[in-house]
């Protein structure tokens, strides 16, 4: 078992719709969780970050953490075409330290296409 | 601010040959760099974690030898393929994260392909 799942899609919403984005995990001792966009052929560009349990919304963007499930949720409002990309979640535990910055492990990126 | 380059974009080299790719971190102090391979449709597998002045820490699996990583200053860490194989084509992309902190902030990635 993986320890980080996420759908692989591909996921085709029209614009306007609300997009749901989710992951799982079964390791309790991740306490930083990430969602990074990356489009074709591009690096990881980093869209939310938080810590521990909770939301956290940034513009069109709201990140949901639920440990005592071990899910996380990415909700995007009123997608846009510009928003077909690769959503990948991403996390870390404390404690898991390089010398200056933790190890992260990425769920396998769920493909999004908004169409007109 | 929080920007990474990496340099070049694209490479095409032939079987046996090295290829360096170099990854910066030009508005900020990067005090740990890593370095991951990214496969068609997969996502991102570490390779490797460097410190700015010490030796990289390679994932289970990485070799080292194969791989080489420096880490000279707190700007600037080298990958260098060592006699590149086709199977070593892949999209390698670079992270910068400075001062403990845990955001990664990733370059624009290095598509390498071997003939």
């Known amino acids: 078992q993986k320890e980080v799942e996420q759908d692989p899609g591909p996921l085709s919403v029209p614009e306007g719709a609300i997009v749901s984005l989710n992951c799982t995990y079964s390791n309790s001792a991740f306490q930083y969780f990430m969602w990074y966009r990356q489009y074709s052929r591009k690096g990881p560009e980093l869209l939310m970050y938080?810590?521990?349990?909770g939301n956290k919304e940034d513009g069109r963007f709201t990140a949901q953490v639920d440990k005592s499930s071990k899910y996380i949720s990415l909700f995007i409002r009123d997608s846009q075409p510009s928003d077909s990309a690769t959503y990948l979640c991403?996390?870390?535990?404390?404690?898991?330290?390089?010398?200056?910055?933790?190890?992260?492990?990425f769920g396998t990126g769920t493909q999004l296409k908004v169409e007109l | 601010g929080a920007v990474v380059s990496q340099h070049p974009s694209w490479v095409i080299c032939k079987s046996g040959t090295s290829v360096k790719i170099e990854c910066r971190s030009l508005?900020?102090?990067?005090?740990?760099m890593f370095w991951y391979r990214q496969f068609p449709k997969q996502s991102l597998m570490l390779m490797a974690t460097?410190?700015?002045?010490?030796?990289?820490?390679?994932e289970q699996g990485v070799e080292k030898d194969k791989f080489l990583i420096n880490h000279a200053s707190l700007t600037l860490s080298t990958l260098t393929v060592t006699s590149a194989h086709p199977e070593d084509s892949s999209f390698y992309i670079c992270?910068?994260?400075?001062?403990?902190?845990?955001?990664?902030?990733f370059g624009p990635g290095t598509r390498l392909l071997v003939l």
């Open positions: 938080t810590y521990s349990s």
């Open positions: 992270s910068a994260t400075s001062g403990g902190g845990e955001t990664q902030y």
């Open positions: 508005d900020f102090q990067a005090t740990t």
């Open positions: 460097s410190n700015e002045g010490s030796k990289a820490t390679y």
């Open positions: 991403a996390m870390s535990a404390s404690g898991e330290l390089t010398g200056g910055g933790n190890k992260l492990t």
